[in-house]
């Protein structure tokens, strides 16, 4: 990885110094024939990690951290909302559980669940839309 990264940044470094612009991706890619993801990979290897108290705007005193940029998309309604589906999930029997879990998490077909279970695709069909119907009543 470390060699894939050396080669690259001295054909950006020639392709730099034969043209008046930066080198793209695909040009350093192309230059030392490797895949551009390849290119990618290497660069971003060796490339120093930053700190979450790195600044990255400073004016008149207000400093803007690296740690300031990065946010969390989860509010206190989505936390509510997590627990409130956990809280009705428990509620729920196993073999209720087990064909939510098949088929939401796991990705089953109504019939693959059926199968699995030993019971018909038609009552899997009951049971899940029962089990769904408690959860939205209890959230």
Do not use: C, H
Not at 51 to 75: C, I
Not at 97 to 107: D, S, W
Request: aromatic share 6%.
């Amino acid at each position: 990885m470390r060699d894939l990264a050396y080669k690259a940044m001295q054909a950006k470094e020639k392709l730099t110094n034969e043209g008046s612009s930066e080198p793209t991706i695909e040009e350093i890619a192309n230059e030392i024939n490797a895949k551009r993801q390849d290119v990618v990979i290497a660069l971003e290897a060796i490339s120093d990690p930053v700190s979450l108290y790195d600044p990255v705007f400073s004016e008149s005193g207000d400093t803007v951290y690296v740690m300031d940029q990065v946010g969390d998309k989860n509010n206190d309604i989505n936390w509510l909302n997590e627990i409130a589906l956990k809280d009705a999930i428990i509620n729920l029997g196993q073999r209720e559980k087990k064909i939510l879990n098949l088929r939401f998490f796991q990705g089953k077909t109504q019939v693959e669940v059926a199968n699995e279970i030993g019971i018909s695709q038609a009552q899997v069909s009951r049971l899940e839309k029962g089990a769904l119907n408690k959860i939205k009543g209890q959230i």
